[in-house]
């Protein structure tokens, strides 16, 4: 699902982010994995139309295939063991094509999909940039103190992303690829670097955008954000 647009931030040591609650950390000290390659899926038919999906399905584009073929190729000297993916069929078929290239196994986390933004969906972001105006500027700064109407109760959308992070204590695989929606990484991102996850629009992901999480000294770090390389050409 395509994240609203704002001023990507530059993640580093003097990141200017003052969470408005308090965080919890969660370190692993017993767990073998050591990177999480964290990748938005690939251009949708929805997202080519400017339309917020959150919850609604569609296929890749053409673009969108091909976005997902560059992105597995990219990957192949990663040594990849595992992929992830949400359920969802734009971050499903980029999953498929990153899991048949890189022949990694592929298996699907429900925790992982899409915000749900409620009425908004099927809607076009500029028809609601006219009709929301501050609410939805608000929402961005802040979604916790500031809602939409009927979208996914945020402690329900932080409790699964949570959820998903400890399952990943399970996994004997190092390199794992979690293939999955801007709403959803973002906030895993935010929750694993402590920044809290009402800072979550704060971070932006293009389509197949690599972030990376490297694991070590009982925490993870950020390697680097939003890699994109694999689409100059495009």
Known sequence: ????????IAISKNLNIQPTRKSRIVKYTNTPVRRLFL???AQS????????????????????FVQARLLASSLMREEIH?????????AYKTAQTVSDVLDAPL????????MSFGELEGQEFLKVAQ?????????LKNPIENPLPTQEPMKDFECRIRNFLESLREL?????????????LQAFLCIVLDLGIE?????????????????ANGKFALAYLNRTCHLEKV
């Open 199 to 215: 800072n979550m629009w704060r971070v932006h992901m293009d389509n197949t955008g690599v972030s990376l999480l490297e694991y």
């Open 45 to 64: 038919e929805l997202n080519q139309k400017g339309i917020f999906q959150g919850k609604l399905d569609s296929d890749l584009t053409p673009l969108g």
């Open 107 to 114: 298996i699907v986390d429900e925790n992982i999909r899409e």
């Open 131 to 139: 009709e929301y105006g501050d609410k939805i500027k608000l929402w």
């Open 172 to 184: 004997k695989e190092e390199n794992i690829a979690i293939v999955a929606h801007g709403g959803s």
């Open 1 to 8: 699902n395509k994240a609203p647009k704002t001023p990507p």
């Open 39 to 41: 990748i938005r899926h």
């Open 82 to 90: 595992l992929v992830i993916s949400s359920p969802q069929r734009r």
